[in-house]
């Protein structure tokens, strides 16, 4: 099988550990590989020193910082140092590997023989897209060897469609930190269908300025050249648990109140303050552009917004509703909204975005953004703003966008050389 810098060997040949990290010897020999979950793991044996140990394969989160596991203890050894957040789960569920029975879906729109395994199971929404999304990339540029995909059943509406296999597993994001024995036995099933079996490298954050959300979602984005042609429309996402608080006072006191247990009682106090704040941010915009219509989305119950947005707002999701959500991001010059997965898909339709960026989400600014554009249009189209800030200076932003889109485009991406 050849190397490939974006594909990780599983079978015939797994993929290679060339030094013991027990004794350092280069006598290690790759006994195959485990799917627990989230984690794919190779299984090696040291002839020196006869440690068996697991070990990340590069892919995800794991590419740079992956975790090896002595199988005798349990434990984290070897000189790679992951994330804590990455590998405290993977070693709990290791020590706590569970024999439930896990639903496995197998959807096989083509028979292969040799496949590229792209796994996008994780525990948090937005990563399972962002895995997801390099889909794109082995079906564009490895036509010959067909893509299965491994991914949580409630993203099966996202599914694309040109893949030759879709594994769907029946499990709920908070429990996907697991060690899943089940996932590991259907999956060495299935496996043994094939002659070989190469792993997507499932990068956490492809490039997206090619990627084609269509291909994913079957909803066609806002065509940038029709910004101007059509009325201005604003959608703002809304939610409960991450809020747009507006000053420092209102969000010490709800954060205390959540650390106090009283957050569901009280919660509902900043839950209204941040929909009056979205209203107010509404009228500005209107006084200045009569003709913008607004939607609201977001995981939240409905407010009073239905004279001013169409409120789509739900506390149950299912594939519907995540269409029309998507169809009003698909009409929205402009998407609002504070940091977080939830930015990911308005973005990916939208033209351009006004993010709130909490303080202690700095470090993570653009990862939530879906970025289409390669040239300046990135500077233009993405504002960021303070998690404090009024209603007025988030509608000033949009307003930016509405009004300069046209000329700064040509200015800076036509007239130039």
Known sequence: MSAHPHLVPVTPEPHPELLCPGCGASAVIAIGTVFPGIHVLGSYHCQACQLDFLRDLPIGFAIHSPTTIDTRTGRAIGRGKAEHWVQAPLLESYAAQSDAPVHIERIVNRPAKDIILLNTLDFLYGHVLLKLFNAQYYLDHHPETPLVVIMPKSYAWLAPKEAAEIWLVDIRLKDAHGWYNAIDSQIQEWLEDYSS????????????????????????????????????????????????YGTDVAEFIHRALKWAGFGKSFGRWFVHAQDR????????????????????????????????????????????????????????????????????LPTAFAIACVEILPDDRMENIVQDIFVRYDDRMQLFNYRFVDERATPKQVSAQVLGILRHHGDFHRNMCVDTV
């Open 197 to 244: 079996v190469q792993m997507a490298r499932g990068y956490t954050h492809p490039l997206l300025a090619k990627l084609d959300i269509g291909r994913f979602s079957g909803i066609k984005p806002f065509e940038p050249s029709k910004f101007h042609e059509l009325p201005p429309h604003i959608t703002f996402i809304a939610r409960t648990d991450r809020l747009w």
């Open 277 to 344: 704040r979205m209203k107010r941010t509404m009228r500005h915009i209107l006084r200045a552009e009569p003709r913008a219509t607004f939607t609201i989305t977001g995981l939240a119950p409905k407010a009073s917004h239905s004279r001013i947005a169409n409120d789509l707002r739900t506390e149950r999701m299912n594939p519907e509703v995540e269409r029309a959500w998507c169809a009003a991001y698909a009409k929205s010059q402009v998407v609002v909204g504070v940091h977080g997965s939830n930015m990911l």
